[in-house]
Every structure is written in structure tokens, then in C-alpha cells.
Nanobody, 116 residues
Framework: QVQLVESGGGLVQPGGSLRLSCASS????????MGWYRQAPGRQRELVAIIFKWGDINYADSVQGRFTISRDNAKNTVSLQMNNIKAEDTAVYYC??????????WGQGTQVTVSS
């Protein structure tokens, strides 16, 4: 069973930075794609950033230019660097890994709260 474990969430002030990490029990090179999603209270889960097996990256318009997704194949981790954080970034952030169409895995989530 693949396990994805997020870390790095917490309380941050507007304009600050935070780095989330996702550690995988499976070699991340085996995933067709890995991404970060978030879910704010009362809202649907939404894609934040995704990195595909061969390196293509997509970002949500709301985080473009502020967030950066990256991966470390040697450490089996995917990270999300969050800069210039805004109040609307407050949410639970989830790591996602897609081994295939039928094999999709989620981490337990990490809370990010933006408040002054």
C-alpha cells in the first residue's frame, strides 16, 4: 500500500512563506503525476500544482508565480514552496500521487492557516 505523508503546514502571516513536503513510500519516479491539492472550509478540493512524470508542471491561476512545486527523486519527496502567502490560501493541503488511472493515492493532509 502506497503511503504519502505531508509535513510543513502551520500558521503563517500574510506575505510569509511556507514549504510543504510529501514523503512517498513508493519511488516517486513511478508516479504518472504527483500534485498538491487544497480544501478550504465549505469548498471543494481543488488542484494547486501538479508535476508530471517527465517534468511538465501546471499551477492553479490563483497560485501562479507564488508557489513552486518540485520533486526530489532520490528522497522520494515532492515539495510545495509557498511564497507571498495570502489569507485565501488557508486550507488543508493534500498530497496526491497517481500511479495510474486506477491507482490514485492521497496523504492525510496538512493544515495551512494564514493569519496576522
Amino acid at each position: 500500500q502506497v503511503q504519502l505523508v505531508e509535513s510543513g503546514g502551520g500558521l503563517v502571516q500574510p506575505g510569509g512563506s511556507l514549504r510543504l513536503s510529501c514523503a512517498s513510500s513508493e519511488s516517486i519516479f513511478n508516479f504518472a503525476a504527483m500534485g498538491w491539492y487544497r480544501q478550504a472550509p465549505g469548498r471543494q478540493r481543488e488542484l494547486v500544482a501538479i508535476i508530471f512524470k517527465w517534468g511538465d508542471i501546471n499551477y492553479a491561476d490563483s497560485v501562479q508565480g507564488r508557489f513552486t512545486i518540485s520533486r526530489d527523486n532520490a528522497k522520494n519527496t515532492v515539495s510545495l514552496q509557498m511564497n507571498n502567502i495570502k489569507a485565501e490560501d488557508t486550507a488543508v493541503y493534500y498530497c496526491n500521487g497517481q500511479l495510474s488511472i486506477m491507482k490514485n493515492y492521497w496523504g492525510q493532509g496538512t493544515q495551512v492557516t494564514v493569519s496576522s
